[in-house]
């Protein structure tokens, strides 16, 4: 069963940048259509980003021009840079495809404090 570990999480302040990374550990799968999503407290999970196959990206409102979505050559990883880091980024961050039909995996915490 694919299992989805996300991490490059932490405790950082609003401005600044953080990289998330995400790749599937004991079942490999290639990273074509894929999504980053996050939740925070209280609130439901929420698309942040995609990639297709092709490499067209998308993002929510609230984080265009702020975050990239991204993936190695080998599409065995998938990546989020978040620049401009704020307040309400705060959430744990997950990877899954744009349809969420992967098993839900490991998560990172990004806490981005005021």
């Known amino acids: 069963q694919v299992e989805l570990v996300a991490t490059g999480g932490g405790l950082v302040q609003a401005g600044t940048s953080l990289r998330l990374s995400c790749a599937a550990v004991?079942?490999?799968?290639?990273?074509?259509?894929m999504a980053w999503y996050r939740q925070a407290p209280g609130k439901q999970r929420e698309l942040v980003a995609t990639?297709?196959?092709?490499?067209?990206?998308d993002y929510a409102d609230s984080v265009k021009g702020r975050f990239t979505i991204s993936r190695n050559n080998a599409r065995t990883t998938l990546y989020l840079g978040m620049n401009s880091l704020r307040p309400e980024d705060t959430a744990v961050y997950y990877c899954?495809?744009?349809?969420?039909?992967?098993?839900w995996g490991r998560g990172t915490q990004v806490t981005v404090s005021s």
């Open positions: 004991r079942h490999r799968i290639s990273m074509n259509d």
């Open positions: 990639i297709t196959t092709p490499g067209t990206t």
């Open positions: 899954n495809n744009p349809t969420g039909t992967y098993p």
